[in-house]
């Protein structure tokens, strides 16, 4: 038989093992208490004051680095480099074609370029401009040579001069690339200057924008991601970039 000893030290011993289970999962509750108010602040502060709070900051970038890896690297790349052979900005050289404001980032991110989203970005896009007759193959090497001269690089000056007419009338492409070819963020048209180029800016393949024309997309995240997956990422993307030199 148990002396009365022993039994008050196991009800001790059970008293013990259930304190400890309690503190546990006080501890537990509060930390999983403590992770969903951070996410809710995350998700109603402005979005430009996450960028200034260290304390948003931080959490927002480690909630965001995964999210880039799955879904977004493999176009945009490791470090954000992009791919000029399918027209991905150079987002670590702050090549933002609707520009670096987090809530027009998280707009894009949410609906897309040319997704087929009714809110997606589709404004404008290249124009085939040769094959279309708007001018002709000669205008376009014309204007190429206007555009290298522009960016600095080895170009024909007489065949540069016939292009900037070309720019400016025939080829209406001020209108959407503007009058000093630096791109219109609301378009979302590329700046035509370097040292940058979404395309590459060697001779021909400036050349085939102008014949083919360029309808470059990104997918709509709005079903795959949550929002806050997408405050994330675009923090921890605009972060990313933060120390490269923006074409705006």
Known sequence: MMSSDARRGQVLYHWAISLGI??????SGG???????LRRQLLEADPSRVLSNPSLLGPAVRLGAPVYRKHCEHCHGVNLE???KRGVPNLARH????G??????????????RSGNSQARNVA???ALIRTGQITAGDGRDVVQYLESLSGQPHDSAAAIRGRSIYYNKGNCYDCHANDARGVIDYGTPPLRGPVWLYGGDPETLFQSVLNGRHGQCPAWVSVLTPLQIRAVSVYMLTSTSKGASHT
């Open 82 to 84: 992009g791919d000029p």
């Open 31 to 37: 930390s999983w208490l403590s992770r969903m108010a």
């Open 95 to 98: 090549y933002w074609l609707y």
């Open 100 to 113: 670096n404001d987090p809530v027009d980032v998280e707009h894009t991110i949410y609906y897309g370029i």
């Open 125 to 127: 896009e290249m124009p």
């Open 22 to 27: 309690l503190l546990i999962v006080g501890i």
